[in-house]
């Protein structure tokens, strides 16, 4: 099966009513966790990367380990996504790598900190969508402001400072004809999202809601999306860290919001806070061991099995097989012929 479109995984989503989970890679294990809970649960699946992790990793390796994961788990539609490219450039460079989907995040300038104007947005991001659907890849934009910072980008701030308008996301969409959107309601990126356990104060669901309503037709995407379980804090701090406590977004909300338009859910902080409770277990319990196999292994295990919690829990898991995958080269004359329709 050949890398596919995210813009098909995420149509195939909302025939169906579920959501796709996108996962955060820098390594070869992180992607070998990923593709085994893909092949447990039998789900599709985004694979993403961020400008950090292409610059740790470095673009060919991190092409060439998905090309392999392509190869070894054929039965499992998959897709390369760049997370939160920053500028034209960025997500130019991607496409020309291979990767089979973009983020253009302009809600952000081209440092990745600070907030852009909405007509600033719509520009870099109707041009990446001109020159992304040309290569038959999709794309994914962003209005409003997350909060945090991961990997360097992010404004800062709790996430609520600014928030998804509706009308402007309408605005948005018929401007740029991305294929998918990604809103602000009051999201982090990050472990440390909320003081305490989200309500309506802090993590807007009226405000998806609203969108959805107005754009029902458009697949949402909740970013800073980790429900950072405790029981994952406690295992590090149980082997010597010290993590405060802190809380993400419930799973139930997750589901509220694909009940309402949400096709794709960012996960990065619950796989990191699961390898490393591992890597501290090993550490503690076996100071003797020193071959990297030994941490890694119980490591890649333990995101495995969050990732196919998540898989389970938005409504992916089973459905790897319901579709022949489109190649990119048939997205391509698709979007030239307008088959595809912009969102």
């Not at 990923?34 to 740790?56: C, D, F």
């Not at 998804?164 to 948005?172: C, H, I, M």
């Amino acid at each position: 099966m050949p890398l596919v479109s995210m813009r098909q995984l995420l149509d195939e989503a909302a025939k169906g009513g579920y959501g796709v989970g996108a996962f955060n890679v820098n390594n070869m294990e992180q992607i070998q966790a990923i593709m085994e809970a893909a092949r447990e649960t039998k789900s599709p699946v985004i694979i993403q990367a961020s400008r950090g992790a292409r610059s740790y990793s470095q673009d060919k390796f991190l092409y060439h380990l998905m090309l392999a994961a392509n190869e070894l788990y054929p039965e499992i539609p998959l897709v390369m996504h760049l997370d939160h490219g920053n500028s034209f450039e960025t997500c130019k460079s991607a496409i020309d790598l291979g990767f089979t989907s973009v983020m253009m995040d302009g809600s952000l300038l081209e440092d990745g900190k600070t907030p852009s104007t909405f007509e600033q947005n719509v520009e870099v991001t109707r041009r990446v969508v001109e020159l992304a659907h040309q290569k038959g890849v999709t794309v994914e934009g962003e209005i409003g402001v997350l909060g945090g910072i991961e990997d360097g980008h992010g404004a800062g701030g709790s996430g609520l400072e600014h928030v998804t308008n509706p009308d402007q996301a309408v605005e948005f969409v018929a401007k740029t004809g991305v294929d998918a959107l990604a809103i602000a309601i009051g999201t982090s990126h990050g472990a440390y999202k909320f003081s305490s356990k989200p309500d309506g104060s802090v993590l807007k669901m009226d405000v998806l809601i609203a969108i959805h309503k107005r754009l029902p037709g458009v697949h949402l995407v909740m970013h800073g999306s980790s429900s950072v379980p405790k029981e994952l804090q406690d295992v590090i701090n149980q082997y010597g860290g010290k993590l405060k406590p802190t809380w993400g977004v419930p799973v139930e909300e997750i589901q509220l919001g694909i009940r309402n338009g949400v096709r794709k859910i960012n996960v990065d902080t619950d796989n990191r806070l699961a390898i490393t409770g591992a890597i501290r277990k090993v550490f503690v319990e076996s100071p003797e061991k020193f071959d990297p196999r030994d941490y890694m292994k119980p490591a890649r295990e333990a995101m495995k099995k969050v990732v196919a919690q998540r898989m389970t829990q938005f409504g992916q898991a089973g459905h790897a097989g319901d579709y022949a995958p489109i190649s990119i080269e048939e997205m391509k004359k698709r979007y030239a012929s307008a088959a595809v329709a912009a969102k």
